[in-house]
Structures are given as C-alpha cells and as structure tokens.
C-alpha cells in the first residue's frame, strides 16, 4: 500500500477460537471498525444525515486473505487504503500488520445509499465531505 491510514488493535480472547487463533470471521469485523475509524477520521460516520437523508454504506463485497497466524494478545496494525473510488462507491483495502509481517489483508467495497427513502435503499453520489478528501 502506498499511502494508507492506520489504526490499531490488540486481539482480544473474545476474538480467538479454543487454540487461541483469531477466529477467521473477527478480521472482518476488525476491517469494518478500521473503516468506521478512517470514515471519523475525514469527519463523516458510516451512518449520518446528507442533504436531509439518513445515509449510510452497505456492502457488496468482502474478502479476506490469512497469510499468517494471529494469536490472543497480538497487536495489530491495520493499515487502510482507498484501493477504488468511484462515483457511488469504494473499495478499501486493508492490511494486518504482526511488527513487520503482513499476518492478513482484505477489501471491502460499499455503496454509498440513501436509507430512508420510500421503497428501500437507493445508491446516491459520495457526499463531497468524503470524495474530496479520499
């Protein structure tokens, strides 16, 4: 990644399966706060009013690649990055750093959406708060 944001985490026992391994599903969940946290970081949340609307940013695509072992207690950098901006939506990468390991490294991609519209969700443009700064 060139140029990133970074947050980090300490594995909790709460995140580990009986050996002691993060359980593969909590590196989503620690993708999704990463996410929350750079979103704060641009002073915008992943739900907040635009032009009178409740917007917010669902997700149709989640990967994630586990290239080495993390463990109970571990810290974690995770690194964030704007892989793909588009006009309604993006696609973010990250990567879970153990020191100077890349332990895992996954992507998500959003759509910016109208929530409270009449008959369901609608993708609207990102918000200039956002797209301006990414």
Not at 21 to 47: C, I, K, N, P, Y
Request: hydrophobic content about 40%.
């Amino acid at each position: 990644m060139d140029k990133y944001w970074t947050t980090n985490r300490q594995v909790e026992f709460a995140d580990t399966d009986v050996r002691g391994l993060v359980h593969f599903s909590r590196l989503f969940v620690f993708m999704e706060t990463a996410e929350h946290q750079f979103l704060r970081s641009l002073g915008a949340e992943v739900h907040m009013q635009h032009e009178g609307h409740e917007i917010g940013w669902p997700r149709v695509k989640a990967t994630c690649e586990y290239i080495s072992p993390i463990h109970f207690r571990d810290r974690l950098e995770i690194r964030v990055s704007v892989k793909r901006k588009g006009t309604k939506s993006m696609t973010y990468g990250f990567e879970f750093m153990k020191g100077e390991t890349l332990a895992a490294r996954g992507e998500i991609t959003a759509v910016c959406c109208v929530l409270d519209e009449p008959g369901g969700i609608r993708a609207i443009e990102i918000p200039p708060l956002i797209a301006d700064q990414v």
